[in-house]
């Protein structure tokens, strides 16, 4: 069958695009963003603060569409139910995957290729 022989359809970008910040105008808040998460590990809702007030600045700039925050995540986040994530969580405690597994090999050995030359 011959793949590039099909059609695919690209489709825009939900928001539109918009235009880079030659000028530079919200850089300074760019920075602090990604300062901030280099700090926290890259956690995002530690500085979500910062990244509140870089769309505010595109925004005031005329960089992006104006749009109410809580249509670009950040509704209120008591009533959202949102949540700190804890992804690294387990292995800042010590967890390494696959070591949970070390007791089971003696109970499922491995038993070799199949008799009469079938595939599994």
Not at 67 to 72: A, P, Q, R, T, W
Not at 82 to 94: K, L, N
């Amino acid at each position: 069958m011959n793949f590039s022989a099909s059609k695919s359809q690209s489709q825009p970008p939900e928001r539109g695009s918009f235009p880079l910040d030659h000028g530079g105008a919200c850089k300074p808040l760019q920075r602090e963003f990604v300062a901030c998460l280099k700090s926290h590990g890259n956690e995002h809702v530690s500085c979500r603060e910062l990244s509140k007030r870089y769309l505010e600045c595109r925004m005031d700039r005329g960089l992006m569409a104006r749009d109410d925050l809580k249509n670009v995540g950040f509704g209120d986040a008591r009533r959202d139910g949102a949540r700190v994530s804890t992804e690294g969580a387990r292995e800042a405690a010590g967890f390494v995957a696959g070591l949970h597994v070390e007791g089971r090999k003696s109970v499922l050995p491995f038993r070799g290729p199949r008799e009469g030359g079938g595939h599994a």
